[in-house]
C-alpha cells in the first residue's frame, strides 16, 4: 500500500497463498514474523487463491483450500499471500496445525482496512 500511495499508483494482485512449517520456535509456540521477512522460514507448498470476497467494504478476504490430496503429514504453521509479481505482501504465523489425508483445511485470511 506505501509503494502504491507514493510511487506507483496501483497495488499487484494477489492470487496465491504459500504455506509452510517454520512458523513455531523450540518450544513449538509461534514465532511472529519479522517485518523485513520476505519469505516463509521453511516455505512447502503454494496454492491459487480458491476466491477472493469483499464481506464488508473495509475487508477483503483471501480464501484457500487444502485437500485431503495436499500438504499430508505436514505441520502446517505459517502461511503468506502472494501476489501476481511473485512477492509475499503478508505473512501470519500460529500453532501447528497438522494435515492428513482424511482433512480438508479451509484458510480464510481477512485484509481489514
Known amino acids: 500500500m506505501c509503494k502504491s500511495s507514493g510511487q506507483t499508483g496501483q497495488l499487484a494482485k494477489v492470487i496465491k497463498m504459500v504455506f509452510g512449517t517454520g ?3 523450540q ?3 509461534p514465532t511472529p514474523p519479522d517485518a523485513s521477512d520476505t519469505a516463509l522460514k521453511n516455505q512447502t507448498y503454494e496454492k ?5 470476497e469483499f464481506p464488508t ?3 477483503c478476504r483471501f480464501k484457500c483450500t487444502l485437500t485431503g490430496e495436499e500438504c499430508n503429514g505436514q505441520e502446517i504453521s505459517e502461511i503468506a499471500l502472494k501476489d ?3 512477492d509475499l505482501v503478508a505473512i501470519k504465523t500460529f500453532g501447528k496445525k497438522t494435515k492428513d489425508a482424511e482433512s480438508t483445511f479451509v484458510f480464510e ?3 481489514e482496512f
Open 57 to 59: 467494504t473495509t475487508t
Open 23 to 25: 512458523g513455531v520456535n
Open 109 to 111: 485470511w481477512d485484509e
Open 48 to 52: 491459487n487463491l480458491d476466491s477472493t
Open 84 to 86: 501476481e509479481e511473485g
Open 27 to 29: 518450544e513449538n509456540q
